[in-house]
């Protein structure tokens, strides 16, 4: 149990429908992160959340849209996806991202395996 | 611009032999360096860490040491067993984020 919590853990969806995933902390953490693993790819780091706000967009396409509405949840809204956007998507929190003395220790969740067919 | 290499996978390895998982990275400044593990069905947790050159990393029998003049921050275990199997990620923090690599699959067989 890391605390950080992902629901679904698994999802199929088809290209034309919309889903959304789920994060939650409870850590007592700032800063939030959504990251996609793919495999024989670098993780790759999408979204940052700092105290709610925004504050790394890594050039993630407009059909995958993130929703922090408070320190402790995290979503990821899905809408028509492409099959190569099959991967495990993985949530993770740290204590305020950038503030002096952190030394980049994150916590992850178990991930959403994400199906696109 | 800044980047982590490690070794490609997957890694199989007889159980009590010695592994070497290689990580080299490039980056301006003196970031911090991170070793992260994911087991099966798991989510990526802290291995060990350094946060200056010459610091040395260790956890579980694992060890890394931060090698500023080779900038690299390679992973040892001296006697591996069937539970270390899983997937192995090198980072680093810098630019107030953490990068990390491509990961390496470790098997490890009784």
């Known amino acids: 149990e890391t605390g950080v919590t992902q629901t679904p853990r698994h999802l199929v969806m088809g290209m034309t429908n919309k889903k959304s995933l789920k994060c939650e902390q409870h850590l007592g953490h700032n800063a939030m992160y959504w990251y996609k693993q793919s495999a024989k790819k670098p993780l790759e780091l999408m979204f940052v959340y700092n105290f709610k706000e925004q504050t790394e967009n890594n050039s993630v396409p407009s059909r995958f849209s993130p929703e922090c509405p408070n320190s402790s949840h995290l979503f990821l809204h899905l809408h028509t996806l492409q099959p190569e956007d099959s991967a495990l998507y993985l949530c993770?929190?740290?204590?305020?991202?950038?503030?002096?003395?952190?030394?980049?220790?994150?916590?992850f969740g178990e991930g959403s395996r994400l199906t696109v067919l | 611009g800044d980047s982590v290499t490690q070794m490609e996978g997957p890694v199989t390895l007889s159980e009590e032999a010695f592994l070497t998982i290689n990580c080299t990275y490039t980056a301006t400044g003196y970031p911090s360096l991170f070793w992260y593990v994911q087991y099966p069905g798991e989510g990526l947790q802290l291995l060990l860490k350094?946060?200056?050159?010459?610091d040395k990393g260790s956890n579980k029998g694992f060890e890394a040491t931060y090698r500023k003049e080779t900038t690299s921050f390679h992973l040892e275990k001296g006697s591996v067993q069937v539970s270390d199997s899983a997937v192995y990620f090198c980072?680093?923090?810098?630019?107030?984020?953490?990068?990390f690599g491509t990961g390496t699959r470790l098997t490890i067989i009784p």
């Open positions: 980072g680093y923090f810098g630019n107030e984020k953490l990068t």
């Open positions: 993770a929190s740290s204590q305020d991202a950038g503030a002096l003395g952190w030394t980049g220790e994150l916590f």
């Open positions: 350094a946060t200056k050159a010459d």
